[in-house]
């Protein structure tokens, strides 16, 4: 494998982490793919939705429409940087910058893929689908952009999110669904007294999280993990030492596989709670398999030919555009390491910007 840098590439990324795209401006990085891709004889259009910025664009007329999507919207550069995260830094083999990882590291190795892909292969049909909107996901965005495109009776047949869902390694892991997502917020209700009465509600409110994070809802199946429930805040709100206040708030979320619906784990969840608990739910997103078994094998085989490596398949992660894009294609998403995603100083390495050049590659070479 190459282990060149491919100044394309490079300037790409550059060109868009220059970019301030915090979720959802665009900033300039949606418009410029538009003008790249226009230069290489796609036909691109941008779709205002809402603040969001939405882009597909289409090159020539095959049976086979193959799509990469991404988003260019990054989460904001907190925290204390030792590079300026929106200028492209390249430093021992590392290419750093906010955004470079989680997505438009990857994303510029998609894009030079196509490039180079559609220079020996005029007859096929090449689509790209961008949002600025993935971090934070509202209707406006990928969900926007595939309703206009059915709307519009568009075809995609396969479709690679280059999204940040490495589990190890870049692309030795192909994402092929997603766990559904349900928020859950209790508050446990109690009579305020002093702590010496030994009256005391939280204590329980303790044990029944302690049991619901503690019981396992599953064991997984054969197509995803089994489903996960955390506790993300608890809080009472009260800085004394002697009250035991009158309620007390926590936040969970579980991440669950398609043994579950939002429905039977609602029922689940109300069935463990005491009379004084009050709970309100928030829906995000149902489990999905977004690929079928003769793409996964296909990807399958390609990458592990392109890597000279075994490659995982599985649902790892949480949610991404992908979602949207299964209510139109098959999807996957093959990119960089999820743990590089959203940390100070995110970077990419050179090495796997080649490899996920050359995975991106070999698939278009070879769906
Ligand atoms: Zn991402």
């Known amino acids: 494998m190459c282990k060149c840098i491919n100044n394309m590439y490079v300037d790409i990324l550059r060109s868009l982490v220059k970019c301030k795209s915090i979720t959802p401006n665009s900033d300039g990085a949606i418009e410029y793919c538009h003008d790249l891709l226009t230069s290489w004889g796609f036909i691109s259009k941008i779709y205002n939705h809402g603040p969001v910025l939405n882009l597909y664009a289409k090159y020539g007329n095959g049976n086979k429409n193959i799509c990469i999507a991404g988003h260019i919207d990054v989460v904001p550069p907190i925290g204390n940087w030792s590079y300026n995260p929106w200028e492209l830094t390249n430093s021992n083999g590392k290419l750093y910058g906010r955004g470079t990882n ?16 559609i220079k020996n292969n005029q007859h096929t049909s090449i689509s790209v689908m961008l949002t600025s909107d993935e ?17 519009h009776n568009e075809k995609i047949h396969y479709c690679i999110l280059s999204e940040s869902c490495s589990k190890g390694n870049a692309g030795e892991y192909i994402k092929i669904g997603c766990k559904g997502s349900l928020n859950i917020d209790l508050t446990s209700n109690g009579e305020q007294c002093h702590v010496a009465s030994g009256n005391n509600h939280i204590n329980n409110f303790i044990l029944l999280l302690n049991n619901l994070v503690n019981i396992p809802l599953d064991n997984g199946n054969e197509r995803f993990e089994k489903s996960i429930i955390n506790i993300t805040s608890i809080d009472t709100g009260n800085d004394t030492r002697n009250i035991v206040p009158p309620s007390i708030q926590a936040k969970l979320n579980i991440r669950f596989n398609d043994n579950w619906t939002h429905d039977s784990l609602e029922q689940y969840i109300i069935s463990k709670l005491s009379n004084n608990i009050t709970c309100r739910f928030q829906r995000f997103g149902n489990p999905f398999i977004g690929a079928s078994i003769e793409y996964q094998t296909k990807l399958k085989y390609i990458i592990e030919r392109t890597l000279n490596k075994k490659v995982e398949i599985g649902t790892y992660g949480g949610n991404s555009d992908a979602l949207s894009l299964h209510d139109i294609t098959e999807v996957v998403e093959i990119g960089s390491p999820l743990a590089q995603a959203h940390i100070v100083d995110e970077y990419i390495t050179i090495d796997d910007m080649n490899k996920l050049y050359n995975i991106y590659k070999a698939i278009l070479e070879n769906l």
Do not use: F, Q, W
């Not at 989680?102 to 892909?117: E, N, R």
């Open 102 to 117: 989680d997505m438009k590291g990857p994303l510029s190795a998609a894009l030079v893929a196509i490039h180079d892909y």
């Open 135 to 151: 971090e934070v996901m509202t209707d406006n965005g990928m969900k926007s952009l595939v309703k206009e495109l059915i709307a």
